[in-house]
């Protein structure tokens, strides 16, 4: 049975600066395959290097800059394995390089082969305020997709548990999101 972890992939660009971009990435029997969506950078880094990146992360503010496109400080350190780099603050990491690609106009999959994982500090656990934010980041990447109803609904949800258990940082990713929803909104009015 496949699942999908959510994660934040590091690509190198062209220029030599890094891509982040939040990704699932889908596991089959211990098979890693990563499905961007056509056009992307990140698909395109990929392709070009053969390589990147897998952060695990616990930092939802990362996955939601992403998603809002605000810049926020981001540290990185160079791989070991291959040519990139990887989030100073992951929780852990893996290094892939690129084994197959099945392609398809609109999402190839990518069929990745891991070849350096490291672990970087401890893991506390989950935390359901982390949840709702990575559930809105995905509500929130596809406004216009979704009906603004049914984006209501699941926002009033997921309410409950920033309320319930939220630290900062999920408060802080929580309204970049919201203000985020509520802007895309208003020009749509």
Known sequence: MTYVR????????????????????????????IKPFKPSVSLDNILRNKSGV??????????????????????????????CFRIKDAVSHTEFVVENIDEDS????????????????????????????IELCILASR????????????????QIAINKTAGSNEAEAWEWLLDYINKYKDSIK
């Open 6 to 33: 959510e994660t934040v992939v590091t690509t190198k660009n062209l220029d030599n600066s890094i891509k982040v971009s939040p990704l699932g990435i889908y596991i089959d029997k211990n098979i890693l395959k």
């Open 54 to 83: 897998i952060n695990y992360i616990d930092d939802v503010r990362i996955f939601a800059s992403c998603i809002i496109k605000k810049r926020i400080n981001i540290d990185f350190i160079e791989t070991n394995t291959i040519d």
């Open 106 to 133: 609109k999402r190839p999959t990518i069929i990745c082969k891991p070849v350096n994982e490291e672990i970087h500090r401890m893991y506390y656990g989950f935390n359901r305020a982390k949840s709702a934010v």
């Open 143 to 158: 406004l216009g997709i979704i009906d603004n109803k049914k984006i209501d609904e699941e926002i009033k949800y997921l």
